[in-house]
Nanobody
Framework: VQLQASGGGLVQPGGSLRLSCTASGLTFGYYTIGWFRQAPGKEREWVSYIKNIDGGSDYADSVKGRFIMSRDNANGTAYLQANSLRPEDTGVYYC?????????????????WGQGTLVTVSS
């Protein structure tokens, strides 16, 4: 199983990025996908998730209204559209996949992790 996170980069405050999480070696539609991020010197924190069964999603308060998560099960890819980016959104963004995820905000619920993609928001 592999998860590949991509789409990070340097963007000015107020800008947008679209992060992708592409999976291989698993039946993608069976998995809940989560995004987490880790800012320099800080603990990893949950950002968003999208469920396997009904596609329902949720977001951390810090990104709600700015970030939108979606998934394309046919292509084994989940997306995180990050808009109105702020300097405090800077960090390494990780995607994760879990098949039985009861507490989707908790990182330990996810079996598989991508390598991370760096997002830097700076002028």
């Amino acid at each position: 199983v592999q998860l590949q996170a991509s789409g990070g980069g340097l963007v000015q405050p107020g800008g947008s990025l679209r992060l992708s999480c592409t999976a291989s070696g698993l039946t993608f539609g069976y998995y809940t996908i989560g995004w987490f991020r880790q800012a320099p010197g800080k603990e990893r924190e949950w950002v968003s998730y999208i469920k396997n069964i009904d596609g329902g999603s949720d977001y951390a308060d810090s990104v709600k209204g700015r970030f939108i998560m979606s998934r394309d099960n046919a292509n084994g890819t989940a997306y995180l559209q990050a808009n109105s980016l702020r300097p405090e959104d800077t960090g390494v963004y990780y995607c994760a996949a879990g098949i039985v995820v009861l507490l989707p905000r908790e990182s330990h619920e996810y079996e598989f992790w991508g390598q991370g993609t760096l997002v830097t928001v700076s002028s």
